[in-house]
């Protein structure tokens, strides 16, 4: 087995070496098909002779086999599904079976996986630098809509890419429903999508919903999360929290499972107590959970403010930004405004993408001058002063949306919404990877996965 950044895979598989024996371990030679919706998951069924450890071998690019999970399957009728295949390409496949004295491939086959969904927007790579990728950063997982990316009335995807930007897996929202917030569940085992009517239906989000599924959409659960706008957090016993704007201008946010009635954590005129302020609304973007504190972090484009709040008690515990008492910045002039995808990174900084610069605009969503920036502040309790520490360089125009996340690598992933984007850049900010969306779209979040056989039952 060999590896080369970014992906695990097989150069001199089982299925092309002359030193194995290639014929079927008795039974009858395997077949493929594709996955009934999902047609780019290639469905191999084969009969095992007898219990051994076995596992599929697979190729697209000439000279590369990857390989699927090796698993011990008893004598009878046996399948694999094929992952991270893309869209309208020649795979080769073979199964190999091990009964403890040595490797037996099956002949080579080859299958052609389903065109790709026409509907669905592409990008396309502008720059690559596979030395600096990261081993775990192998397939990127996100969000787009398709057409004008301030009609909400647009069709939604949630797709994966592979380092190559070629689409491995797509499924389309159904009924227009918005798609901004994709993610793996607390237990990485599960993929989750938001479908939002609160912009395709104008309904406050009473309708919206969340499914927790496996890749092949064999194990789907739908979790209703009535007013959920824009984003939600996964914890581990099951349960979400997401952000409850079902009635303006108070904001909550709330925790529940879809089976019974959620349960309020904190709400908006919490903040109007605090500030005096009778006027003061809510509207969050981003929200974060810190596994470390149990701690949320959510963001309120409305102020340009974060909030952190103990979910175990609902308290603001500190903020951040322009709500009277929140901490300021140094220097001054790195204030955020319009901020997205808020997280603290592994050693306790605050992380987002902001504009360049603060406008001072409460309607900064008319702002479209300003590029938007990720920045990194380290907290100065002493002085509740937020420090900038590092910034992205892109100028890159994006009126509203964006998602940032620190690599395992060091390296830093940003996506921008609006302007249809996505940047992976090192520490010193040199591109290690790049993707534009040349129509007019938007994209919800991104991130990366390292192995999509861990979504499946």
Same mark, same amino acid.
């Given at each position: 087995?060999?590896?080369?950044? &970014? ?16 014929? #079927?371990?008795? &039974? ?7 996955? =009934?919706?999902?047609? %780019? ?20 690019? #000439? &000279? ?36 403890? %004295? ?6 080579? @086959? ?10 669905? #927007? ?7 630098? #596979?030395?600096?990728? /990261?081993?775990?950063? $192998? ?12 009609? $909400?009335?647009?069709?939604? *995807?949630?797709?994966?890419?592979? $380092? ?6 797509? $499924?389309?929202? !159904? ?12 237990? /990485? ?13 104008? =309904? ?6 969340? +499914? ?43 925790? &529940? ?33 810190? @596994? ?45 405004? *319009? +901020? ?22 409460? /309607? ?34 994006? +009126?509203?949306? /964006?998602?940032?996340?620190?690599? !395992? ?26 993707? =534009? ?12 996965? @390292? ?5 499946? !039952?």
């Amino acid at each position: 087995m060999a590896r080369y950044p &970014g992906v695990i895979l097989l150069l001199l598989a089982s299925c092309a070496s002359p030193s194995v024996d290639s014929k #079927p371990s008795g &039974g009858a030679a395997p077949s493929a098909h594709l996955h =009934d919706e999902i047609g %780019s998951i290639v469905v191999v069924d084969w009969v095992q002779s007898e219990e051994a450890d076995v596992h599929v071998e697979f190729s697209v690019d #000439p &000279g590369i086999w990857m390989t699927s999970p090796t698993r011990t399957r008893a004598a009878g009728p046996a399948s694999e599904l094929l992952l991270g295949v893309p869209y309208d390409s020649d795979v080769s496949y073979c199964v190999v079976s091990d009964d403890g %004295s040595g490797p037996i491939a099956s002949e080579v @086959a080859t299958i052609r996986t389903a065109e790709i969904p026409p509907e669905l #927007p592409l990008p396309v790579v502008t720059a690559e630098d #596979p030395g600096a990728w /990261g081993i775990e950063d $192998r397939f990127l997982v996100g969000s787009v809509s398709a057409g004008d990316p301030l009609d $909400r009335a647009q069709p939604n *995807w949630v797709f994966v890419l592979d $380092r190559r930007a070629r689409v491995v897996w797509a $499924r389309e929202t !159904p009924d227009v429903r918005t798609t901004l917030f994709v993610r793996v569940s607390a237990d /990485g085992t599960k993929l989750l999508w938001d479908e939002g009517t609160f912009w395709s239906d104008l =309904d406050r989000g009473a309708h919206s919903v969340v +499914q927790r599924s496996s890749l092949d959409l064999s194990d789907v659960e739908t979790i209703a999360t009535p007013g959920l706008h824009y984003a939600y957090v996964d914890l581990p016993d099951g349960s979400l929290v997401w952000g409850d704007l079902s009635s303006n201008p108070d904001e909550r946010l709330v925790q &529940g499972n879809g089976t019974e009635d959620p349960t309020v954590l904190w709400t908006c005129a919490d903040v109007r107590e605090t500030t005096g302020d009778p006027k003061y609304e809510c509207a969050s973007n981003s929200l974060w959970w810190d @596994a470390r504190t149990n701690h949320l972090l959510l963001s309120l484009y409305s102020s340009s403010t974060v909030f952190e709040i103990d979910r175990a008690t609902g308290k603001m515990l500190r903020w951040f930004g322009n709500t009277p008492g929140g901490w300021g910045f140094d220097p001054e002039d790195t204030a955020f405004e *319009w +901020q997205h995808g808020v997280s603290y990174t592994d050693d306790g900084n605050l992380l987002m993408i902001t504009r360049e610069e603060a406008t001072g605009t409460r /309607g900064a969503l008319l702002t479209s001058d300003v590029p938007s920036i990720a920045r990194e502040y380290a907290l100065d309790a002493d002085q509740e002063t937020l420090v900038n520490v590092w910034h992205s360089d892109d100028d890159i125009f994006a +009126q509203e949306g /964006g998602d940032v996340h620190r690599l !395992p690598n060091g390296n830093t992933l940003l996506s921008f919404g609006t302007g249809a984007k996505v940047r992976e850049v090192t520490t010193d900010g040199t591109a290690a990877w790049s993707l =534009d969306w040349p129509a007019n779209d938007r994209l919800g979040r991104t991130f990366f996965v @390292a192995d999509l056989y861990a979504l499946l !039952p």
